[in-house]
Each structure stands twice: as structure tokens, then as C-alpha cells.
């Protein structure tokens, strides 16, 4: 009840509303970076890391090469 106290939900619904509308335009941006002229035409296979790091924990490949780090060759 505190919490709700201090919640402006006319801004709450605002700052909602601007991040799925900037979450979508990012969408859109790597779905063109990956080649591809749709969202729903994204695969699984399009996903890769940028850093060695992130590749490790996510269990992507690293961009440009199949490797994930971390995990066993089959």
C-alpha cells in the first residue's frame, strides 16, 4: 500500500508505453543487421555473442565462428 502510494499511473503507463515502443525499434534493428527484412523471420540460429564473455554465459556462438565457448565438442 506504501508503494502504491507513491505510483503515478498515467506515467507509469507512459514509460511502459516508450519502452516496448523502443524495445521494438531494436527488434527491427537487429532483424535488418541479421539480414533478414522481418522480425518473425529471425531464427535460432541467428542469435550470436559479441564477447567471449557473453557467448559463455548465453551458450551462443561467438559472432563469426561456431564456437561456444565452454562447451564440449561433439
Known amino acids: 500500500p ?4 507513491r505510483l503515478d499511473p498515467i506515467g ?14 531494436e ?13 518473425h523471420n529471425l531464427e535460432p540460429e541467428d542469435l550470436v555473442a559479441l564477447t ?5 554465459m548465453a551458450g551462443v556462438p ?5 564456437w561456444i565457448p565452454g562447451a564440449e565438442k561433439r
Open 2 to 5: 506504501d508503494l502504491a502510494k
Open 62 to 66: 561467438l559472432a563469426g565462428t561456431n
Open 27 to 39: 527488434t527491427q534493428t537487429i532483424a535488418r543487421a541479421a539480414g533478414k527484412s522481418h522480425v
Open 12 to 25: 507509469a503507463g507512459r514509460r511502459l508505453a516508450n519502452f516496448l515502443s523502443v524495445l521494438t525499434l
Open 52 to 56: 567471449v564473455e557473453a557467448a559463455a
